[in-house]
């Protein structure tokens, strides 16, 4: 083989190779990406039931109620909407009423929202960024406050 | 010792690190040997005011000096004197001047033991070295001063954030910084070859045990990390793909793919282009995740403080020395002549190969991480790009890798026998259906993939000694003979076959933990008991138990099997006062490489308390793996001819003279 043809050989498998990952990142993408949506915009979408989301806002206070060792109910308010969220397992640490949360999971039909996993901060002063631009999209708080 | 020490200290560093860009690059230019060698001096006298500025912090954290706001903001008095010391770099302002501190540190480690290196590159290098300092610390003086006072100063400071009150916080940080800024000498490498536009295969050798230095701290610091995570937040989780965690595993795939590619430029004098360009990309990638961590635009334990200033200016920094090193590269980069040709299947071949698929496992992640930030840009959509993707993209890409890597070693330079090769690989090949079989067997139902990646765990395992078999001759020639051979071979071959077994070992543990983990959530009362994995657990007693800036609620765990006792785990709730902020100390017990982990959740209404458990298999093998791959890169780092660097025209008794000195390059 000449050394062009080598060097076209080297080339065409970069290419093959870059041009699979390239496949399997867009594949993986269409299937795996996650949006990040308040009440408000799922009460204003209509969003289908199944959807896989992320949903974030404030924990309602006096909302969390244990029904037994690892089902929890609560509700997640960004001031325009609430919606109830249902999860087994523990919640986190920094988990309160009245504060940040995202709830990643599932709509039902019935319109509640089944959550499999719940994130709360990591940090007592930190807001996570989505749940801060939501709350500031309906007025609840403004940047400089502070966290509620 | 007064703060001010330590800001004048850091105020002289930036005239030092100024210097050090300016001097050495127009002594290089000039020619002009004198102005040249002020560069190795400038490189040391950083150091030490850098250190200088590091060592007052750090006092000032220890003495609890709460009129200075950093020590205000992240301390507290009651904190045990580690905690004191590691809050240092708890903190952005600390953590950035710990980044310099490393920076600094490579550079004099450069002006010291790069005696042998060609004295125009060595200044070029130093001077690249400085202007990152420069950039870095003129960052640190106007956006992120460690040393601002507060006037009156506070009784009490805000205490550190708990969840970094941790043996972690002493290991992980530095360790991961050695990696991310240990690039920054192949970086510096690469753009003083190309602004000489001239490179060798003597290039390569000096900058190899840099690049395995910064690759080894890298792993290290990346497994360290996984573990801290893994007992500290309590979900039981050792990677959860987030962008923090991408952050140094991209620059860990590229380091990765820089320290095959070298071989191949140092061996055969080819790829050169490539392997340029590879030492720019790691180091960008470092780079790049010090701002996603840095700047705020990410949210994660990570991100101390946002401040839109920082991100602006790390970003000022990022466009600096990424644009500027790639419009160089793309300047310079023809100007480089090209060596040595190989035939597809050949050593050479299966680095490009093992290149090509890191590289493409690095941009894969990128994609993934940068995306939600630039669709949010967009249009204003916010996403989260998921474990799934990023399992399906790195899993699809590192599968080959891991199978072609046994081949690799047994392929000659130039042209290699693949059949031959497999021929060689056939008992691994066997060990690994035989081990294939017995996970098949052993699970039962359940995924399939399972005894498939055990499989070729052990074949890369196996795999990676028939290298070392093979050339010591054993099965060809007399046992007696083949040991005097294996004793003759070259500290690296060791180092490399070590670190390809590492690669196997995580990844047995990787698979059997995902395939095979066991999770439970139960609420349990005292007395009560609940099963995970084969194991029965009851909770004995709850007590409260105090600390010195916290307070424990600790459950107490007996473990049986069959009915026989194993021992007992403690898991505790913990609540620190200064903040009123619970972590989760969780119980871990260590069988063998398997793990049983209990984490307890909060009390419940009715009494008891929720308790998450998990029957982890096999999981401490990932870490020790990683371990193992560190230990691999350090035992290639101590081949003499990586210790004497250069390639010597003859042996003459000054050069053997050289080589005796225990350090990483000269």
Redesign the interface.
Known sequence: MTRKGRRLLVISCAAGVLFVAAGLVLFALNDTIVFFRSPSEIAAEGTRPGTRLRLGGLVKDGSVQHTDGTHVRFVVTDGGADMGVTYVGLLPDLFREGQGVIAEGVLAPDGSFTADSVLAKHDETYMPKEVADALKKQGVWKEGEGTP | MNPEIGHYALVLSLAVALLMTVIPAWGARTGDAALMRVGSTLALVLAGFVGLSFATLVVAYVQSDFSVLNVVENSHSAKPLLYRITGTWGNHEGSMLLWVLVLAIFAALVALFGANLPARLKANVLAVQGSVATAFLLFILFTSNPFTRVIPPPAEGQDL?P?LQDIGLAIHPPLLYLGYVGFSITFAFAVAALIEGRIDAAWARWVRPWALTAWAFLTLGIAMGSYWAYYEL?WGGWWFWDPVENASLMPWFAGTALIHSAVVMEKRDALKVWTVLLAILAFSLSLLGTFLVRSGVL???H?FATDPTRGVFILAILVFFIGGSLALYALRAPMLRQGG????VSRE?AL??NN??LT??S??VL??TL??LALEAYNG??????P??FN??VG??MLPVAFAMPFGPLLAWKRGDLAGAAQRLMAAFGAAIVIAALAAYAQGGGPVLAPFGMGLAAFVVIGAMAEVIERAGFGRVPRATAFARLRGLPRSVFGGALAHAGVGVCLFGIIAETSWNAER????KVGGSFEVGGYELTLDRLEPRNGPNYRDLVGVFTVRQGGVEMGTIESA?RLFTA??????ESGIRTMWFSQLYV?L??E??GG?V???AYWKPFVTLIWIGSLIMALGGALSLSDRRLRVGAPKPAKKPKAKADGASPVPAE
Do not use: C, E, Q, W
């Not at chain 2, 959530?521 to 349990?524: C, D, E, K």
């Open positions: 954030n969840i309590g949210t994660s334990v991100t040709i190989f035939a597809p071949g490009v190969l090509l698929l493409a496992a941009a894969a994609v993934g995306y939600p959509a916010k996403i989260t790009v998921g799934p993707y399906l993209t699809a890409l959530i139960a609420g349990v709730k903040r009123n902020m619970p972590t989760t984490s959740g909060d419940l209404p008891g929720g308790v998450r």
